[in-house]
């Protein structure tokens, strides 16, 4: 006869613990290091159970798997078999023989294609099944991994998932635990990676009980929303290891193979181990338990390459971070908004800079935050920033929501494609992109306290006054605001998205022969080379093989050719070609707003 199911809390200044599931209560028995533990037979668990801390009002569990009432109802389990359903999606991978790299492997950064997803607007249904049924247009768009919004449950029935409470929860209106993992093994046989975006800075507010149980949060620090996780404080033990096993959860459990880590910049850990490090050195040791290599990838505005350095020398130890600077460089070039942050950012030059070395702030004086920011990139690897022209905070933190296929024309568009998807980083799509979408991608959220609800509507048109943006803020909590933000699918066989379409995946099928070395002898890519001219409105860089040339100028001018033999692949004008052109001395007669790329002969 299998032991019953064991329930555990930490809740280290209790005095008694229950658990209360079918009428009965059952007392928790305090164990190690603050926390308490229970066994309680499984048809009680499945009618759904609450813990009660000193006799209070009977609350979710922290580390519930699974609140299908939503964040205020009961906790369930999820299915014991989840972690079996993760080893099978290896398995399957190892059989399918899929790109995914060598024997089976995750697809390596250092080749990677992310494409960022919000489940619940990315297909009409907004579920992981319907989403499973849009993996062949990816595959064939040639992107090699999904990175999913988070999913850790959030109150009401729609929202980004930054405001989430139940960590260990699936948000259950995209589908079950099991739908989730079903998912990920449908992406993985398909030979696509999954990351998800966890939120390890803050908590939401709404359905929030962790302070109920215990220190999860200080009063030392504070985030733009909310208290901050005690991660250096008194008792701040426990809340580490909430953190870190829940990261490892998804990993082991639902077979991701990766994370996106939510601003770390507003994590606050000072103690002589950081949070983050600790992480990282508990999910590579998970890593050589299961034969896997899994990713960790920080979101930070800090540009610190202290984020991406091995912890032998001083780093933290993560994979790869995000490169702001290259979004509102060529943001600010394109739309020439000059609003909030984005007055930074001005001319060819810093997008040069962008290519060049993946960040513009590289310790010199921001305007927009009066003082100097940043650090030289020093040491920092390719592979080890991400990089993008759009992706759900630069889109949905407008008033409007505008994507840049609302603001700019086809043929910008396709010279943005080409600066980030050839550029020598890893390139990220944010759903949509790929064919300029004319959807919106708005704010939204149903909050069901309705006082918070009217909070958040009025901080958003607040935050939006720097940027000068004109128009009404779409009200966060109406549907309607949810319903507009949802992809159409009709859109990619209608011009002239059909012809965007065909130009990503040309970048992406260039980037994946540039990354096998065959362009340019068996490199692998490696830094750019950048020229530029701010007057004349024109750029070029080559990188891995591949020459990438811009007419940036509203009319057309002859643009030079670095020194070589190179022979057109993409015209955006005439889209693939058979021409040559000899470097050095020469020019090419470029039309206005005009891309081309080259291979070496």
Not at 25 to 40: D, L, N, Q, T
Not at 200 to 218: E, Q, S, V
Not at 443 to 466: I, K, M, N, P, W
Request: aromatic content about 10%.
């Amino acid at each position: 006869m299998s032991p019953a199911p064991t329930v555990e809390v930490w809740a280290p200044e209790a005095e008694t613990v229950e658990v209360t599931a079918g009428g009965e209560r059952i007392p928790m028995h305090p164990v190690a290091h603050g926390y308490w533990r229970a066994e309680v037979a499984d048809p009680l668990l499945r009618q759904g159970y609450r813990l009660s801390v000193n006799g209070g009002e009977p609350l979710p569990d922290p580390r519930s798997r699974w609140q299908p009432q939503g964040v205020h109802g009961a906790s369930f389990p999820a299915s014991a078999d989840l972690p079996a359903a993760a080893h099978a999606a290896r398995a399957d991978r190892l059989g399918s023989g899929a790109a995914a790299g060598a024997a089976g492997h995750a697809t390596p950064l250092r080749d990677a294609v992310i494409y960022e997803m919000h489940i619940g607007t990315f297909t009409p249904q907004g579920t992981y099944a319907a989403a499973r049924d849009k993996l062949t247009h990816l595959v064939e768009l040639g992107v090699t991994h999904i990175e999913l919004m988070p999913l850790a449950t959030f109150p009401g029935r729609r929202g980004w998932g930054y405001d989430g409470v139940d960590l260990y929860a699936p948000f259950p209106a995209y589908g079950t635990p099991d739908e989730l993992a079903g998912f990920v093994r449908a992406c993985q046989v398909r030979g696509l990676s999954v990351l998800l975006d966890v939120v390890y800075n803050h908590l939401g507010p709404d359905g929030n009980y962790l302070a109920r149980f215990g220190p999860y949060f200080t009063d030392q620090y504070r985030t733009g929303w909310g208290s901050a996780m005690n991660f250096d404080g008194p008792l701040s033990d426990g809340v580490r290891r909430f953190v870190i096993d829940n990261a490892l959860m998804w990993l082991r459990d639902y077979g991701f193979d990766g994370l996106r880590l939510d601003a770390v910049h507003a994590i606050f850990s000072f103690g002589a181990v950081h949070v983050l490090e600790e992480l990282a050195c508990e999910v590579k040791r998970l890593g050589r338990e299961l034969d896997r290599e899994f990713v960790l990838i920080a979101e930070s505005d800090l540009n610190d390459p202290r984020l991406v350095r091995p912890v032998q020398r001083g780093g933290l130890g993560l994979d790869a971070q995000w490169s702001d600077d290259f979004h509102h460089a060529i943001h600010a070039y394109f739309t020439r908004e000059t609003g909030g942050y984005y007055q930074d950012f001005r001319g060819v030059a810093d997008i040069a800079a962008a290519l060049a070395e993946g960040v513009v702030y590289d310790g010199r004086y921001s305007v927009f935050r009066r003082r100097r920011h940043g650090r030289a990139p020093i040491g920092v690897g390719v592979d080890q920033l991400v990089v993008f022209s759009q992706n759900h905070d630069q889109i949905g933190n407008r008033a409007q929501g505008e994507r840049l296929s609302m603001l700019l024309g086809v043929p910008a568009l396709k010279a943005v494609a080409a600066l980030t998807l050839l550029s020598p980083f890893v390139p990220l799509l944010f759903q949509g992109e790929e064919w300029g979408a004319k959807t919106p991608f708005l704010y939204f959220t149903d909050h069901q306290d309705a006082e918070l609800g009217r909070l958040v509507s009025e901080g958003r048109a607040r935050e939006f006054q720097a940027f000068r943006w004109q128009g009404d803020v779409p009200n966060p909590q109406a549907p309607e605001t949810f319903e507009r933000s949802r992809l159409d699918w009709s859109e990619p066989a209608r011009a002239p998205h059909d012809e965007l379409l065909m130009w990503y995946r040309r970048l992406i099928g260039l980037r994946r022969t540039r990354a096998t070395g065959a362009l340019d002898g068996g490199a692998r890519g490696g830094r750019a080379t950048v020229r530029f001219n701010e007057k004349a409105q024109w750029l070029w860089f080559t990188c891995g093989g591949l020459l990438v040339q811009l007419n940036l100028s509203d009319r057309a001018q002859r643009v030079p050719t670095p020194k070589g033999e190179w022979k057109l692949l993409l015209d955006s004008e005439a889209g693939a070609g058979a021409s040559a052109a000899r470097g050095g001395e020469h020019t090419q007669a470029m039309p206005a707003a005009a891309t081309r790329i080259f291979a070496r002969q």
